[in-house]
C-alpha cells in the first residue's frame, strides 16, 4: 500500500476518484482516511500534518514543498494509454511536467504532479508484460 499525506482531502479525493477514476467504496468527500483499489496496489490519502504526527508526535518531521526524491508510477499498456492518463490528469488538475513523449529506452512517458506536488510518471515499456492482476511483470 502507498500513503500519501494530502493538505486537502476533499480536492485530493475529487482528483483521485473523479477526476483519475480510482476505485473506491467511500462516497464522502471528508473522510479520515481513504483507500483507492488500483492494479497491483492499494492508495491511500491521509492528512498530512496527521501523518507526520503519526510518525512523531512530539516533533513531526517538516514537510515543505520541493522534490523529495520520491516518484509513483503509473504502468500503462500502451502509447495510447499514457495519453489518456495524462489528459484525465490535466483535466483533473494537475500540473504535466513532461508531456507524453518518446523515452531513450525504447519506451514512451509523461510527468505530472498532483494538487499535492508528488511527481507521477505514466509509462509504457516495449517489453513490458502483466500478470492476472495488472501487476508489472519485472
Known amino acids: 500500500m502507498i500513503c500519501l499525506g494530502v493538505r486537502d482531502m476533499e480536492k485530493a479525493i475529487r482528483f483521485y476518484r ?17 483507500f483507492f483499489n488500483t492494479s497491483g496496489t492499494k492508495l491511500e ?3 498530512l500534518d496527521l501523518l507526520a504526527k503519526d510518525i512523531n508526535k512530539d516533533t513531526p518531521p517538516e514537510t515543505g514543498t520541493g522534490f523529495n526524491g ?10 495510447e494509454e499514457v ?5 484525465l490528469a490535466r483535466k483533473a488538475g494537475a500540473t504535466i511536467v513532461k508531456e507524453p513523449q518518446d523515452v531513450f529506452w525504447g519506451g514512451f512517458h509523461a510527468y505530472f504532479t498532483d494538487l499535492d506536488g508528488y511527481y507521477w510518471e505514466v509509462a ?15
Open 70 to 79: 520520491i516518484t509513483l508510477a503509473y504502468n500503462a499498456k500502451s502509447k
Open 83 to 87: 495519453v489518456k492518463i495524462v489528459e
Open 124 to 138: 509504457w515499456g516495449p517489453r513490458d508484460k502483466f500478470d492476472d492482476n495488472d501487476m508489472l511483470v519485472l
Open 45 to 47: 490519502l491521509y492528512p
Open 18 to 34: 473523479d477526476g483519475l477514476g480510482f476505485q473506491t467504496r467511500e462516497k464522502s468527500n471528508t473522510p479520515d482516511v481513504i
